[in-house]
């Protein structure tokens, strides 16, 4: 049975741009940390963010041909590059300003055992968030050959491999410590097999069955309820696993994976048209520079608050993932238009 439509929505979805905005300070809050329980369930319920960013990438994937394709690539394998180059010269001037060895600092960084976690697990040398770009590289690579081998078979062979790659990253993963005995290390499983490749296969065939368009007008309540009963179930995952103590460092759950899905389809509905114009405009201009360069801010205001007194140090923590956010958006927006003032200064030339 054909579950392919004939006509399929091209237009932009006002709520993804939304959506994209939240899950990048998802993002920020995962990577600050937040305290207590209460910190502890937001950052469990924030997990879903790098998988929708995934299933953004696969659910636009469809509708492009293969010139935007292969431009995408080589885009993100250029700024991937890019980002990783300038995360090390910050390591090297964080060493220069600490009077730390530079010699052992490269020689640390550019060893067999850390080239070979980069190509094999997409484990960046420098900047460990950049994990995301090189996955998402990985995975766009992958899927491009793959169907240039097989054409119009990659939507069954994506339908075959995504829940054995998502139920692989489970057992080895955040189960592995139920399941194994072990906590296995991360990287094994938080990369483009594991991650991207299934994430992004979830997002294109949500495209390819057109089940935005079977939703888009159904009443946003209802598809809130289902999201609410996933985002529940992921918080008792998280509090059994603790309270057995087998809860292993990875970071998707079972539910993790339904939540992701629910509130990606979520933002795909009418409803969010018009609204949140300043998320919009975030998620729409904004979201890959916030991404990239929160790291450095965060560790600017790191170092500025450990000098705080206690007290207030203590507030502060809370307030860190929105302080941070925001100095992200003023610093993006500043790159940005310095990029578009010395693109025009150039095409004048």
Not at 242 to 265: C, G, Q
Not at 284 to 293: A, D, M, P, S
Not at 320 to 326: E, T, Y
Request: aromatic letters at 16%.
């Amino acid at each position: 049975m054909n579950l392919c439509l004939k006509k399929r929505s091209t237009s932009r979805i006002y709520g993804l741009d939304i959506l994209k905005s939240i899950c990048t300070f998802m993002v920020i809050m995962i990577h600050t940390g937040y305290p207590g329980e209460l910190g502890n369930y937001a950052i469990v319920l924030s997990r879903i963010a790098v998988p929708i960013f995934f299933m953004i990438t696969g659910f636009f994937y469809v509708e492009s041909n293969d010139n935007k394709k292969l431009k995408k690539l080589k885009a993100i394998a250029l700024l991937a590059i890019k980002a990783m180059i300038f995360y090390m010269i910050i390591d090297l001037l964080k060493c220069i300003i600490n009077k730390k060895n530079i010699y052992l600092y490269i020689n640390e960084v550019f060893n067999i055992k850390k080239i070979a976690k980069f190509f094999l697990f997409n484990e960046p040398i420098s900047g460990f968030h950049l994990w995301y770009l090189f996955a998402i590289l990985y995975c766009l690579a992958i899927i491009y050959i793959l169907n240039k081998i097989i054409h119009n078979r990659i939507e069954q062979l994506l339908i075959i491999f995504t829940p054995v790659l998502l139920l692989i990253s489970l057992i080895f993963g955040k189960y592995s410590l139920a399941f194994l005995g072990v906590d296995i290390p991360i990287i094994c499983v938080r990369n483009f097999a594991f991650d991207a490749i299934p994430f992004f296969s979830i997002g294109f065939i949500i495209r390819k069955w057109n089940i935005v368009d079977r939703t888009r007008d159904c009443k946003i309540r209802y598809m809130l309820i289902v999201a609410i009963l996933f985002a529940v179930l992921n918080c008792l995952e998280n509090y059994l696993l603790r309270l057995y103590n087998v809860n292993a460092t990875r970071e998707s759950y079972i539910s993790t994976i339904f939540l992701a899905i629910s509130v990606f389809i979520i933002f795909t509905n009418n409803y969010w048209n018009g609204k949140f114009k300043l998320f919009y405009i975030i998620g729409k201009e904004y979201t890959l520079y916030i991404y990239i360069i929160h790291i450095i801010i965060l560790d600017c205001i790191w170092n500025l608050i450990k000098y705080m007194p206690g007290q207030t140090y203590s507030i502060t923590q809370y307030l860190i993932p929105i302080i941070v956010f925001v100095l992200s958006i003023i610093v993006s927006i500043i790159i940005k238009k310095i990029k578009y003032i010395i693109s025009n200064m150039i095409k004048e030339i």
